[in-house]
Protein backbone atom coordinates (compact mmCIF):
# COMPACT_ATOMS: atom_id res chain seq x y z
CA UNK A 1 0.00 0.00 0.00
CA UNK A 2 1.29 3.85 -0.74
CA UNK A 3 2.23 5.49 2.44
CA UNK A 4 1.11 8.31 0.76
CA UNK A 5 -1.79 9.31 -1.35
CA UNK A 6 -2.67 12.32 -2.36
CA UNK A 7 -6.47 12.17 -4.17
CA UNK A 8 -6.77 15.42 -6.45
CA UNK A 9 -5.18 17.90 -3.84
CA UNK A 10 -5.78 21.55 -4.41
CA UNK A 11 -4.09 24.54 -2.60
CA UNK A 12 -4.66 28.26 -3.37
CA UNK A 13 -3.29 31.58 -1.72
CA UNK A 14 -6.00 33.74 -1.13
CA UNK A 15 -4.79 37.65 -0.37
CA UNK A 16 -7.39 40.83 -0.87
CA UNK A 17 -6.76 41.03 -3.61
CA UNK A 18 -6.32 37.91 -5.69
CA UNK A 19 -6.07 34.38 -5.43
CA UNK A 20 -3.37 32.55 -6.65
CA UNK A 21 -3.73 28.79 -7.23
CA UNK A 22 -0.24 27.24 -6.48
CA UNK A 23 -1.46 23.35 -7.05
CA UNK A 24 -3.70 22.37 -8.99
CA UNK A 25 -5.93 18.83 -8.43
CA UNK A 26 -2.05 16.65 -7.93
CA UNK A 27 -3.36 13.05 -7.56
CA UNK A 28 0.17 10.85 -6.45
CA UNK A 29 1.48 7.62 -4.67
CA UNK A 30 4.35 7.25 -2.77
CA UNK A 31 5.39 4.02 -1.98
CA UNK A 32 8.44 3.28 0.78
CA UNK A 33 11.95 2.20 -1.00
CA UNK A 34 11.42 4.59 -3.42
CA UNK A 35 13.02 7.99 -4.13
CA UNK A 36 10.81 10.44 -5.94
CA UNK A 37 11.99 13.75 -7.68
CA UNK A 38 9.84 16.77 -8.42
CA UNK A 39 10.99 19.30 -10.87
CA UNK A 40 10.04 22.81 -11.77
CA UNK A 41 10.78 26.33 -12.61
CA UNK A 42 10.46 28.77 -9.20
CA UNK A 43 6.85 29.52 -8.78
CA UNK A 44 5.80 26.54 -10.11
CA UNK A 45 4.22 25.34 -6.36
CA UNK A 46 7.04 22.46 -5.72
CA UNK A 47 7.23 24.16 -2.36
CA UNK A 48 3.46 24.11 -1.89
CA UNK A 49 2.65 20.58 -2.79
CA UNK A 50 6.02 19.42 -0.29
CA UNK A 51 4.24 21.58 2.60
CA UNK A 52 0.50 19.62 1.72
CA UNK A 53 2.82 16.45 1.92
CA UNK A 54 4.14 17.32 5.55
CA UNK A 55 1.08 18.13 6.95
CA UNK A 56 2.06 21.77 7.05
CA UNK A 57 -0.65 23.40 4.88
CA UNK A 58 -3.74 21.88 4.25
CA UNK A 59 -5.95 21.44 1.57
CA UNK A 60 -8.27 23.60 -0.19
CA UNK A 61 -9.81 20.24 -1.53
CA UNK A 62 -9.35 17.18 -2.08
CA UNK A 63 -7.52 14.07 0.50
CA UNK A 64 -4.45 13.39 1.60
CA UNK A 65 -4.47 9.82 3.08
CA UNK A 66 -1.56 8.30 5.15
CA UNK A 67 -1.35 4.39 5.38
CA UNK A 68 -4.84 4.47 4.28
CA UNK A 69 -6.32 7.17 6.50
CA UNK A 70 -7.11 10.91 6.04
CA UNK A 71 -4.47 13.18 7.82
CA UNK A 72 -7.33 14.96 8.55
CA UNK A 73 -8.29 12.31 11.03
CA UNK A 74 -4.45 12.20 12.65
CA UNK A 75 -3.01 13.83 15.17
CA UNK A 76 -1.31 16.82 13.07
CA UNK A 77 1.30 17.52 15.60
CA UNK A 78 1.95 13.83 15.89
CA UNK A 79 2.16 13.07 11.87
CA UNK A 80 4.57 16.34 11.48
CA UNK A 81 6.65 15.43 14.08
CA UNK A 82 6.96 11.21 13.76
CA UNK A 83 5.05 10.27 10.20
CA UNK A 84 6.94 13.22 7.34
CA UNK A 85 9.60 15.18 8.14
CA UNK A 86 11.23 17.55 6.30
CA UNK A 87 14.86 18.66 5.19
CA UNK A 88 15.37 21.98 4.37
CA UNK A 89 18.09 23.86 2.06
CA UNK A 90 19.27 25.91 5.39
CA UNK A 91 19.54 22.82 6.85
CA UNK A 92 17.25 24.21 10.45
CA UNK A 93 19.51 22.70 13.02
CA UNK A 94 19.30 24.08 16.10
CA UNK A 95 22.35 26.28 16.62
CA UNK A 96 22.75 25.87 20.66
CA UNK A 97 23.29 22.39 20.60
CA UNK A 98 25.57 19.53 20.26
CA UNK A 99 24.93 17.23 16.96
CA UNK A 100 24.00 14.93 19.96
CA UNK A 101 21.19 17.51 21.16
CA UNK A 102 19.93 17.85 17.78
CA UNK A 103 18.85 14.87 17.05
CA UNK A 104 18.03 14.04 20.84
CA UNK A 105 15.86 16.55 21.33
CA UNK A 106 12.44 15.81 19.53
CA UNK A 107 13.14 12.34 20.71
CA UNK A 108 13.35 13.59 24.35
CA UNK A 109 10.25 16.48 23.35
CA UNK A 110 7.70 13.51 22.94
CA UNK A 111 8.21 11.88 26.43
CA UNK A 112 11.36 9.38 25.52
CA UNK A 113 13.93 8.67 28.45
CA UNK A 114 17.09 10.29 27.81
CA UNK A 115 19.27 7.22 27.95
CA UNK A 116 17.12 5.48 25.47
CA UNK A 117 17.04 8.82 22.65
CA UNK A 118 20.96 8.73 23.21
CA UNK A 119 20.96 5.26 22.10
CA UNK A 120 18.61 6.20 18.92
CA UNK A 121 20.21 9.57 18.06
CA UNK A 122 23.92 7.47 18.03
CA UNK A 123 22.80 4.93 15.62
CA UNK A 124 21.39 7.37 13.49
CA UNK A 125 24.03 9.77 13.43
CA UNK A 126 26.28 6.44 12.29
CA UNK A 127 23.62 5.48 10.16
CA UNK A 128 24.25 8.74 8.37
CA UNK A 129 27.81 8.28 8.22
CA UNK A 130 29.17 10.48 10.93
CA UNK A 131 31.80 9.27 13.73
CA UNK A 132 31.67 9.41 17.68
CA UNK A 133 33.99 12.86 17.02
CA UNK A 134 31.05 14.97 15.89
CA UNK A 135 28.72 14.54 18.78
CA UNK A 136 30.06 17.40 20.86
CA UNK A 137 30.02 19.75 17.78
CA UNK A 138 27.63 22.64 16.92
CA UNK A 139 26.29 23.09 13.72
CA UNK A 140 28.65 25.85 13.12
CA UNK A 141 31.66 23.73 13.43
CA UNK A 142 30.75 21.02 10.59
CA UNK A 143 30.50 21.64 6.26
CA UNK A 144 27.19 22.25 5.11
CA UNK A 145 27.48 18.32 3.79
CA UNK A 146 27.80 17.48 7.61
CA UNK A 147 25.04 19.73 8.83
CA UNK A 148 22.59 17.88 5.95
CA UNK A 149 24.02 14.99 7.26
CA UNK A 150 22.94 15.99 11.15
CA UNK A 151 19.11 17.24 9.53
CA UNK A 152 18.46 13.90 8.10
CA UNK A 153 19.63 11.85 10.82
CA UNK A 154 17.36 13.96 13.40
CA UNK A 155 14.48 13.45 10.77
CA UNK A 156 15.15 9.67 11.06
CA UNK A 157 15.67 8.80 14.78
CA UNK A 158 11.91 10.31 15.06
CA UNK A 159 11.09 6.78 12.82
CA UNK A 160 9.50 8.43 10.39
CA UNK A 161 9.34 6.77 7.09
CA UNK A 162 8.49 9.98 4.57
CA UNK A 163 11.14 12.17 4.08
CA UNK A 164 10.44 15.29 2.19
CA UNK A 165 13.40 17.30 1.17
CA UNK A 166 13.25 20.86 -0.22
CA UNK A 167 16.22 21.56 -2.32
CA UNK A 168 18.32 19.72 0.14
CA UNK A 169 21.69 20.33 -1.79
CA UNK A 170 21.24 23.61 -2.57
CA UNK A 171 23.47 25.19 -0.08
CA UNK A 172 26.09 22.38 -0.89
CA UNK A 173 28.86 22.16 -3.12
CA UNK A 174 29.10 19.37 -6.01
CA UNK A 175 30.64 16.86 -4.10
CA UNK A 176 29.30 17.08 -1.01
CA UNK A 177 25.48 17.71 -2.67
CA UNK A 178 26.29 14.17 -4.29
CA UNK A 179 27.04 12.73 -0.96
CA UNK A 180 23.50 14.00 0.37
CA UNK A 181 21.80 12.37 -2.70
CA UNK A 182 23.28 9.09 -2.36
CA UNK A 183 22.68 9.15 0.98
CA UNK A 184 18.90 9.87 0.50
CA UNK A 185 19.00 7.17 -1.78
CA UNK A 186 20.68 4.71 0.26
CA UNK A 187 18.19 5.16 2.75
CA UNK A 188 15.16 4.67 0.72
CA UNK A 189 16.48 1.33 -0.90
CA UNK A 190 17.92 -0.06 2.34
CA UNK A 191 15.67 1.42 5.12
CA UNK A 192 12.43 1.10 3.16
CA UNK A 193 11.46 5.10 3.61
CA UNK A 194 9.97 6.72 0.89
CA UNK A 195 12.05 10.01 0.01
CA UNK A 196 10.73 12.96 -2.12
CA UNK A 197 13.58 15.21 -3.43
CA UNK A 198 12.28 18.76 -4.73
CA UNK A 199 15.23 19.85 -7.32
CA UNK A 200 16.16 22.14 -9.52
CA UNK A 201 19.18 19.85 -10.29
CA UNK A 202 18.32 17.79 -13.37
CA UNK A 203 21.38 15.18 -12.27
CA UNK A 204 19.49 14.82 -9.06
CA UNK A 205 16.49 14.17 -10.81
CA UNK A 206 17.91 11.58 -13.21
CA UNK A 207 18.86 9.70 -9.76
CA UNK A 208 15.19 9.50 -9.04
CA UNK A 209 13.55 6.40 -8.89
CA UNK A 210 10.47 8.39 -10.78
CA UNK A 211 10.30 12.15 -11.97
CA UNK A 212 7.46 14.45 -11.96
CA UNK A 213 6.99 17.73 -13.17
CA UNK A 214 5.55 20.82 -11.53
CA UNK A 215 4.56 23.43 -14.29
CA UNK A 216 2.11 26.04 -13.09
CA UNK A 217 0.50 23.81 -10.23
CA UNK A 218 -0.07 21.00 -12.33
CA UNK A 219 1.78 17.91 -11.75
CA UNK A 220 2.88 15.53 -14.20
CA UNK A 221 4.84 12.30 -14.38
CA UNK A 222 8.23 12.66 -16.24
P1 LIG B 1 8.09 26.80 -5.93
O1 LIG B 1 8.41 26.06 -4.69
O2 LIG B 1 7.97 25.92 -7.13
O3 LIG B 1 8.99 27.97 -6.16
P2 LIG B 1 5.81 27.82 -4.44
O4 LIG B 1 5.03 26.65 -3.99
O5 LIG B 1 6.72 28.50 -3.49
O6 LIG B 1 6.62 27.39 -5.78
O7 LIG B 1 4.82 28.90 -5.04
C1 LIG B 1 3.74 28.59 -5.93
C2 LIG B 1 2.94 29.83 -6.22
O8 LIG B 1 2.30 30.26 -5.02
C3 LIG B 1 3.77 31.02 -6.69
O9 LIG B 1 2.98 31.75 -7.59
C4 LIG B 1 4.01 31.80 -5.40
O10 LIG B 1 4.22 33.17 -5.69
C5 LIG B 1 2.72 31.58 -4.68
N1 LIG B 1 2.90 31.64 -3.20
C6 LIG B 1 3.73 30.87 -2.47
N2 LIG B 1 3.63 31.17 -1.18
C7 LIG B 1 2.70 32.15 -1.09
C8 LIG B 1 2.14 32.87 -0.01
N3 LIG B 1 2.51 32.66 1.26
N4 LIG B 1 1.21 33.82 -0.30
C9 LIG B 1 0.81 34.03 -1.55
N5 LIG B 1 1.30 33.38 -2.62
C10 LIG B 1 2.22 32.45 -2.40
P1 LIG C 1 11.44 28.43 -2.99
O1 LIG C 1 12.88 28.46 -2.61
O2 LIG C 1 10.72 27.21 -2.58
O3 LIG C 1 11.19 28.78 -4.44
P2 LIG C 1 10.07 30.89 -2.54
O4 LIG C 1 11.13 31.89 -2.76
O5 LIG C 1 9.06 30.58 -3.61
O6 LIG C 1 10.78 29.55 -2.09
O7 LIG C 1 9.26 31.24 -1.24
C1 LIG C 1 9.89 31.53 -0.03
C2 LIG C 1 8.84 31.93 1.00
O8 LIG C 1 8.08 33.04 0.52
C3 LIG C 1 7.80 30.83 1.25
O9 LIG C 1 7.51 30.83 2.64
C4 LIG C 1 6.58 31.23 0.46
O10 LIG C 1 5.39 30.77 1.10
C5 LIG C 1 6.69 32.74 0.47
N1 LIG C 1 6.14 33.30 -0.79
C6 LIG C 1 6.44 32.92 -2.03
N2 LIG C 1 5.74 33.61 -2.93
C7 LIG C 1 4.95 34.47 -2.21
C8 LIG C 1 4.00 35.45 -2.55
N3 LIG C 1 3.66 35.70 -3.81
N4 LIG C 1 3.40 36.12 -1.55
C9 LIG C 1 3.71 35.85 -0.28
N5 LIG C 1 4.61 34.95 0.11
C10 LIG C 1 5.22 34.26 -0.84
Do not use: C
Not at 63 to 72: A, C, N, T, V
Not at 145 to 152: K, P, S
Amino acid sequence: MAILKLNDVSYSYQNQYQSVEAVKNVSLELEQGKVYAIIGKSGSGKSTLLSLMAGLTLPKSGEILYDGDSIKNLDMEEYRRDKASVIYQTFNLFPLMTVLENVIFPLELKGMKHLEAKAIAERHIASVGLDKNHYKRFPNMLSGGERQRVAIARALATGSRLLLADEPTGNLDMANGDLVVKLLIDLAHKDKLAVVIVTHDLSIADKADEVFQMNDGILSRM
